[in-house]
């Protein structure tokens, strides 16, 4: 069975410092990968999404980074941290099926607060 | 600009009763539409699915409909029970959109004794 781990749960971090969460799939291969971010209130909402190794596509521009070096994982990342940058950041995978959307299966999330 | 909307923040409902959730949508290329639920310290899991050629998709004690003339979709459990209590997300794409969901911002019901 399929199983996707993000890593860690909480985050505290000042402002202008960096950022790094990581995301593994176990049990698939080759799976579209998504970050998404819930801020205070408000829907998820997409970030950035990966259908292959070092394939990024960004969906609204922002502070953050993505990278995906290898197949079943994905990085977000940031040089400098800004307020505005605080929220829950989830991990998702799918697979790929022509024509048709398919649901997404997320990761645990992790809860970002920066001070 | 928010497409998914879910205007009721919060639901309390007995235990038995119906939950009826709603989910307004703005964007008349949506086609497909699922409904996700989140406990605490999780992340969602998928619940339930409709495609906009339909108007009514049921599992078990879950049911979706969808009114595409109103832009208006609606989760409805019957009967509620404890383990109900939870965050639940509307959200919605276009066509061949890989995984790429609007997201509203959830409701959270309460399921009393």
């Known amino acids: 069975s399929q199983t996707i781990h993000q890593w860690p749960a909480t985050l505290v971090q000042p402002v202008g410092s960096p950022l790094s969460l990581e995301c593994t799939v176990e049990?698939?291969?080759?799976?579209?990968l998504y970050w998404y971010r819930q801020a205070a209130g408000r829907g998820l909402q997409l970030l950035f999404y990966s259908v292959g190794i070092g394939q990024i596509s960004s969906e609204v521009p922002q502070n953050l980074s993505a990278s995906r070096p290898q197949d079943r994982q994905f990085i977000l990342s940031s040089k400098k941290l800004l307020l505005s940058d605080s929220g829950f950041y989830l991990c998702a995978w799918s697979s790929k099926r022509q024509g048709k959307a398919e649901k997404l299966f997320f990761g645990s999330g992790t809860q970002l607060s920066v001070l | 600009d928010q497409q998914v909307k879910q205007n009721s923040p919060s639901l309390s409902v007995q235990e038995g009763r119906i939950s009826i959730l709603n989910c307004d949508y703005t964007n008349s290329m949506f086609d497909y539409f699922l409904w996700y639920k989140k406990y605490p310290a999780e992340g969602p899991t998928f619940l339930i699915s409709?495609?906009?050629?339909?108007d009514k998709n049921e599992d078990g004690r879950f049911t979706v409909f969808l009114n595409k003339s109103a832009k208006h979709l609606s989760l409805h459990i019957v009967p509620s029970q404890p383990g109900d209590s939870a965050v639940y997300f509307c959200?919605?794409?276009?066509?061949?959109?890989?995984?790429?969901?609007?997201f509203g911002a959830g409701t959270q019901v309460v399921v009393t004794p």
């Open positions: 409709i495609s906009s050629i339909k």
């Open positions: 959200a919605a794409s276009v066509g061949d959109s890989w995984g790429k969901l609007q």
């Open positions: 049990g698939t291969s080759n799976p579209n």
